[in-house]
């Protein structure tokens, strides 16, 4: 498994389906619900079957061998810019 990526977002929480889609690991939210309601998505090393999922600031998700962490707007997400 990959060491998680931060993913910032704007307000306190997020919902899964959403999440997976700001940080990539879906290309819609179409392709989350099956994913989701099929039991490929971990958040804290749980799988996850609720697309609503309220995700807040720490919570990791994971995905087909890729994690993402819910970080808070602003969280240096290593990039030079």
Sequence with gaps: M?????????????????????????????????VIQDGHVRVNGEVETRRGRQLVQGDVVSLGGQSALVAEEGADDGLPW
């Design 2 to 34: 990959s060491e998680p990526f931060p993913v910032p977002i704007r307000d306190d929480s997020i919902r899964l389906g959403q999440f997976l889609k700001l940080a990539n690991l879906v290309e819609s939210g179409a392709e989350a619900k099956p």
